[in-house]
């Protein structure tokens, strides 16, 4: 069966585009061209995955996924001609997946969309199983859920992936290309390393930031230059901005 992506964006050429050419990968493809039906198509439809511009009419793409992201489990991928960290941190935050930048080839987007879906089908058998506590932060596998002093923290799928795969070997430092990698946000070998550097990894970096404001700098160091590591002892654990 086909999987059902739904894209959101009003610039007609650009969602033209990308529907042609996740048509033509075999996708199923539904198109809005403002936030209030996109909204009322994204939840009353099911679909793997939802391409949200951040500029809408309407409803803005940052709306959409908030409410969406309490009912639904679609994966996110949004969309901007707006190239501001704090913007990309913002989207990520409340349960984006990914986020692409305009302008962008419709190639980049259907790689990230597939990695989306590849992930999100694997994630019941990718993750850690049962339950790890790292003093005060607790991470659940089984129910993909993480606790920080007995709170409930909302992560959104890759947020968890990240945090899973670092906290699997505390200590050890992994490099962003491992990140990328381990979160199959390359699935095309093909792209150039231009823009597995350009996009991937600042990507990466914009999860770890957003991971940080969750549970706090003390858990995730940064090792300038090569990557990130998961530190157990908070009171030795140093951060760098």
């Not at 439809?45 to 009419?57: G, K, R």
């Amino acid at each position: 069966m086909k999987k059902h992506i739904l894209i959101v964006e009003d610039e007609q050429e650009i969602a033209n585009a990308l529907a042609a050419r996740l048509n033509s990968e075999g996708f199923a493809v539904s198109v809005a061209d403002n936030g209030v039906d996109g909204l009322d198509l994204a939840l009353n439809e099911d679909y793997e995955l939802v391409i949200l511009d951040i500029m809408l009419p309407g409803l803005s793409g940052t709306e959409i996924a908030r409410q969406l992201r309490a009912q639904k489990d679609s994966a996110i991928l949004m969309l901007s001609a707006r190239d501001d960290e704090n913007d990309i941190v913002d989207g990520l935050n409340i349960g984006a997946d990914d986020y692409v930048t305009k302008p962008f080839s419709a190639r980049e987007v259907v790689a990230r969309v597939k990695a989306l879906i590849r992930r999100r089908d694997l994630e019941p058998t990718s993750t850690l199983r049962g339950v790890s506590s790292f003093g005060a932060l607790t991470i659940d596998s089984l129910s993909h859920s993480i606790s920080l002093n007995s709170k409930f923290v909302h992560t959104t799928p890759t947020e968890f992936k990240l945090l899973s795969v670092l906290c699997s070997a505390p200590g050890t430092v992994f490099t962003r290309e491992e990140l990328v990698e381990t979160l199959s946000y390359e699935p095309d070998t093909n792209l150039s390393s231009e823009l597995i550097s350009h996009t991937n990894l600042r990507t990466v970096d914009s999860h770890v930031r957003s991971l940080r404001k969750k549970i706090g700098p003390q858990f995730i160091r940064t090792v300038h230059s090569v990557g990130y590591s998961f530190e157990i002892n908070s009171e030795k654990t140093q951060v760098s901005a």
